[in-house]
């Protein structure tokens, strides 16, 4: 099959046509992928941010049809349009069992670049190639635990749906599910990438009476204001914290969310977080990025509360579903994510768009 592989980090990415994919086994589905967005996560491997060997496929945003299905799998069949997700829920596991599903040790396989049970089902020339990110969609053809591809209907958009997988999950979720923002509530959100922006859309859904919106792309800050944002902010031309303390009469935000991973603005957002409130910590810094805080001043005083956020606390079986829904009744724009379309051959290029700021997600056909 067709596969953009990544050989070690510093080259580029070369799509090779004979990569093999084994046949799904019990409880696995293969799907043929069809669409992938490229997030910054595929991003942080490329660049070595986040350290991984090689060679690796990356890519976990995708949509797809089901090619074929293992053994014991009854609720999905050949044909069927499925969006993917990089983090299936065993349903049996310790955190499963506490409605924890995004915990699920299933979700090691962001870590391990392999499926649960240690292989990765890849292969080229005889060697083994890694799942980046969870699940490798960057490839004709993928395998994944059956909990991983969940159904939609045959009229949902798969170039749109994909996005779904990772952005809307992590961003949406973060606000619905981890923060549960409730209506009314005052927003901060720092770092409009593509999680970025569907957090803006998720503090709108849950009713946010305040969302302020801060990043120095004068694209994304009109991007933020269309996808729900009351106020918009350059950080570089205007200082964050005066304008939050003017629009909260001195008293900081509910919630902040910091989406863009980096280490600074999770202090900044601990900083402009009310006393009492959440900062939400859904971006993922490189790994010699540390956060500085002073217990007192943060905790002990002031009862702020830091929370992490990994795939915005979703169980894909049942948020995946939710979101369509959203999307269905108009309240979620899964359309204006998509801001530029690349094939295959031009993966390269499509990480340049992401390393430069340009657009808010590229997905790429396969």
Not at 116 to 138: E, F, H, K, N, W
Not at 248 to 272: K, M, P, Q
Not at 304 to 333: E, F, H, M, T
């Amino acid at each position: 099959m067709r596969a953009a592989v990544l050989e070690s980090v510093g080259k580029p990415i070369v799509v090779h046509h004979d990569v093999e994919i084994i046949a799904p086994r019990a409880g696995e589905v293969r799907v043929r992928v069809h669409y992938c967005g490229l997030c910054h996560s595929d991003y942080s491997v490329v660049s070595g941010a986040f350290p991984a060997a090689g060679p690796i496929i990356l890519g976990h945003e995708a949509s797809g049809i089901i090619d074929s299905v293992g053994a014991g799998v009854t609720h999905l069949a050949p044909g069927d349009p499925v969006v993917l997700s990089p983090l299936p829920p065993c349903g049996s596991c310790y955190f499963c069992l506490r409605n924890q599903h995004s915990l699920c040790v299933n979700g090691m396989g962001l870590a391990t670049s392999a499926l649960p049970d240690g292989q990765t089902g890849l292969s080229r020339g005889g060697q083994a190639i890694l799942r980046g990110v969870g699940l490798g969609a960057l490839a004709e053809y993928v395998i994944t635990p059956a909990a991983g591809a969940i159904k939609v209907d045959a009229d949902v958009p798969l170039d749109i749906a994909c996005v779904i997988g990772c952005a809307v999950q992590t961003g949406v979720g973060a606000v619905l599910n981890t923060a549960n923002v409730e209506a009314g509530a005052t927003v901060l959100i720092q770092g409009l990438g593509g999680v970025g922006l569907a957090t803006v859309q998720g503090a709108r859904i849950a009713g946010a009476s305040l969302v302020v919106a801060s990043d120095p792309i004068a694209a994304r800050r009109e991007a933020a204001h269309a996808f729900g944002a009351t106020h918009t902010i350059d950080p570089l031309a205007q200082d964050l914290g005066t304008e939050i303390m003017r629009l909260t009469a001195n008293i900081g935000v509910d919630y902040a969310f910091e989406t863009a991973g980096r280490a600074a603005l999770i202090e900044s957002c601990l900083a402009l977080t009310r006393s009492g409130g959440t900062t939400v910590c859904v971006g993922a810094p490189p790994l010699e990025e540390n956060v500085t805080i002073n217990n007192v001043v943060i905790f002990a005083s002031t009862e702020k509360k830091l929370c992490g956020c990994l795939l915005g606390s979703c169980n894909s079986p049942r948020d995946i579903p939710r979101l369509v829904a959203l999307w269905r009744s108009g309240q979620l724009d899964l359309g204006s994510m998509v801001t530029s379309r690349r094939p295959l051959a031009e993966i390269n290029e499509g990480f340049a768009d992401l390393a430069a700021g340009r657009g808010i997600r590229t997905v790429i056909s396969i």
